[in-house]
């Protein structure tokens, strides 16, 4: 998908306007094995760039997730309590993770695909 | 790939939730090559590892198997292993993260006439485990295989071992195979399970499935600071086989009564116990969680815990540590999960 764009921590986003998708990508998938449970905050709640939001159970560990940029949380995947799965077999699909509503400036670090995939390589 | 005990395995080769349900419900194959495999042979082999190891291998004879443990002085758990009693000489399987460790133990307390000699690299490991398994092998005359029994059988036109222990609470077998001829072995089997249902599995897979049968992993269940009472596995101590190293402190823990002991815990799904995590009991902590998972095939999570004795019986209700706050757990009967194991010696016992 053109115009997807990258963070250090493994998310990912799609901007449109104001509002901003985010989840976690392929590779961080693929490290964290069969994810069985995430922990997501509700719709309202207000993030820092930065800021952990929620928690992601893989059979191996939990993880933080991290939210890429400021915003308010407008939308939370419920497929997600049900399917958890989904974020391993469809990280930028159907594994979505939270849509939120920019409240600063997107951040200008992300990378973009070619410039992530590079920096995965090291670490695989 | 991750690191386990100095060897890159698999964590899963598609994905745990389809391997652990493979495993369960039709087979899956491992490569368990990673294990110490040592050759023990001599005139003084059987009493060499008599007074080694706590079970009584008189009560098997050639051709068969028996799971055993290496304690310490003071009676702490140096290594769970299987012992196979060969015609010529005693075959030793221990863990991967303990081989060199065993090796040494082993060697410093054999007498001159007894060789200990590592032949881990040699032979290759792979072990084909679920409740279809018996069908699926590319051999023939394995039916009558008893369990905890092994013969030489041609394997995929291989010559091999085969043996009828394992890891998973499920029947299955476990393969020794030259390891320049252990990739027929295992594409054969793959190649015509598939269709079956057949799939290799990982780590995951392993881990899951062995902690739903409450078969202890050492490093996580147990260690030297454990002894065999409280990990639940007093039935592999024969006190009255005569001396082995760590008796006297056996015996002594075995009047007394284990201080604490393993229990099995539930939790709703999502609150996965991890190793370490505190157990209370109304607000008093009496133990920790040893190992804990995702059970797919159960559809929620599970964990073993060291707890004081007595202080958890089954039915009562326990709070854990999961990421930082107390999730309620309920003390449940171990095993969590009664596979197609001939006679589940591991955890019906336990």
Known sequence: MAGRLYTKSHEWITVEGKSVTVGITDFAQSQLGDVVFLELPTTGRKLDAGESFGVVESVKAASDLYSPVAGRVTTV??????????????????????????????????MDEATYKKSTESQS | MVDFGGWELPQQYSSIRDEHIAVRTVAGLFDISHMGRFKVTGAGAFDFLQSLLTNDLS???????????????????????????????????????????DLDWMRSHAPRAVDVEDRTFELALIALQGPKAEGLMPADGLDDLSYFGFRPAEVAGISALVSRPGYTGEDGFEIFVPADRV??????????????GVLPAGLGARDATRLEAALRLYGNDMDE?????????????????????????????????????????????????????????????????????????????????????????????????????????????LPFYRGSARSAAGSAKS
Not at chain 2, 65 to 89: K, P, R, S, T
């Open chain 2, 59 to 101: 009560r098997i004879a050639e051709g068969r198997a028996q799971y055993n443990l290496m304690c310490n002085e003071e009676g702490g758990i140096l290594d769970d292993l299987v012992v196979y009693w060969g015609d010529d000489g005693f075959f030793v399987v221990v863990n991967a993260s303990n081989r060199e460790r």
């Open chain 1, 77 to 110: 995947n419920e497929q997600l309590a049900a399917k958890p799965e989904l974020i391993n077999s469809d990280p930028y699909g159907e594994g979505w993770i939270l849509k939120l509503e920019l409240t600063g400036d997107l951040p200008k670090d992300f």
């Open chain 2, 225 to 333: 600071s454990v002894n065999p009472y409280e990990a639940g596995l007093g039935w592999t101590v024969r006190l009255d086989k005569g001396e082995f190293i760590g008796r006297d402190a056996l015996a002594r823990v075995k009047s007394g009564g284990p201080k604490r002991t393993l229990v099995g815990l539930k939790t709703a799904p999502g609150d996965i116990a991890r190793h370490g995590a505190a157990v209370r009991s109304q607000d008093r902590q009496v133990g920790s969680v040893t190992s804990g998972t995702h059970s797919f095939f159960l559809g929620h999570p599970i964990a073993l815990a060291l707890v004081e004795v007595a202080s958890l019986p089954v039915g009562e209700t326990a709070s854990v540590d999961v990421r930082g706050r107390q999730a309620s757990a309920e003390v449940v009967q």
């Open chain 2, 183 to 196: 990739a027929k072995v295992w594409d054969t089997i793959l190649e015509s399970g598939a269709p079956h």
